[in-house]
């Protein structure tokens, strides 16, 4: 497991699985979901500048770093509900949170289906629950196609576990050149070699694919409302995600604000840290106690 400094570890049971929890400092508790194809140590850069006012809690979702990985529950929503039998397990009420990629998806659904447990959310380039579809889109779905490999039974967990190169080659190119070293891409691609998480990375993509996506885009969120205060911060490189999905939300979270970060691509807590740290202490700084 990579080490950092002031970072203690340990499991906690909810939910009937385990679930790996690394954790720094003390203070009200702030918790950070991690997205593919990482886990805690996505935070690395962060947790030293939190946890001086935080009690910073940084769990691995299921099926990836060192958390069960069981064969089912890779829809989003069962993510997002792992999370809040987790804060309960913690002895905790009521929480920040931050997420990135399926972690913010998963965050943006806490928020929607357990309200009372997040007292403010700072979301991490991924797109909201309520995503705008026009033709400044339509360039973007070909960008799609690692999630259909990576969700092809057999073809997608193979990958994972025999072509580490594969995750090296999709975090470098979904970054700006020098975020990361390649210790960090090996922290991140070896434990996918591991068969049950290759598995359970392809669920995660099959799962929305083949489940998720279609009633995503036609407004399965539509009714809901998100009246948590929320901040999403967006780098504006995000070669999967173009800012144009960001459109639409007003009427969905009017406690939503969203700022788009020039010349950042995906990974914006590995690429600007400084600046999320600075978003993130004067958001959660307004924000009322947990």
């Not at 995660?204 to 809901?224: A, C, M, N, Q, W």
């Amino acid at each position: 497991m990579p080490f950092l400094a002031g970072v203690e570890h340990r499991t906690i049971r909810a939910g009937g699985l385990d679930f790996h929890v690394a954790e720094a400092g003390v203070g009200d508790p702030l918790v950070l979901l991690h997205g593919w194809p990482q886990h805690w140590y996505m935070w690395r850069r962060v947790i030293p500048g939190l946890a001086e006012r935080y009690r910073v809690i940084c769990p691995d979702l299921r099926g990836l770093g060192w958390s069960d990985a069981p064969r089912f529950g890779y829809d989003k929503e069962t993510l997002a509900d792992d999370v809040a039998l987790l804060i309960d397990a913690l002895g905790l009420e009521r929480v920040r949170l931050a997420g990135h990629d399926w972690g913010g998806l998963a965050g943006f659904l806490l928020c929607l289906r357990h309200p009372g447990l997040v007292a403010r959310y700072l979301a991490l380039n991924i797109v909201h629950p309520w995503p705008s579809m026009g033709l400044a889109t339509l360039p973007a779905l070909p960008r799609l196609w690692y999630q259909a490999v990576l969700g092809t039974p057999g073809l997608g967990p193979r990958l994972l576990r025999d072509a580490p190169g594969f995750v090296r080659w999709m975090l470098s190119v979904s970054a700006e050149r020098g975020t990361w070293s390649r210790d960090e891409l090996d922290a991140f691609a070896e434990r996918l070699r591991e068969p049950a998480r290759a598995e359970a990375s392809s669920a995660i993509y099959r799962t929305f694919l083949t489940r998720e996506l279609v009633p995503f885009l036609r407004g399965r969120y539509r009714d809901s409302r998100l009246d948590t205060p929320t901040l999403l911060l967006f780098g504006d490189r995000d070669r999967v995600q173009p800012v144009a999905l960001l459109d639409g939300y007003e009427a969905h979270a009017p406690a939503m604000q969203v700022e788009v970060v020039p010349g950042v691509g995906h990974f914006i807590a590995e690429e600007a840290p400084d600046l999320v740290l600075d978003r993130a202490l004067r958001f959660f700084g307004d924000g009322e106690a947990a």
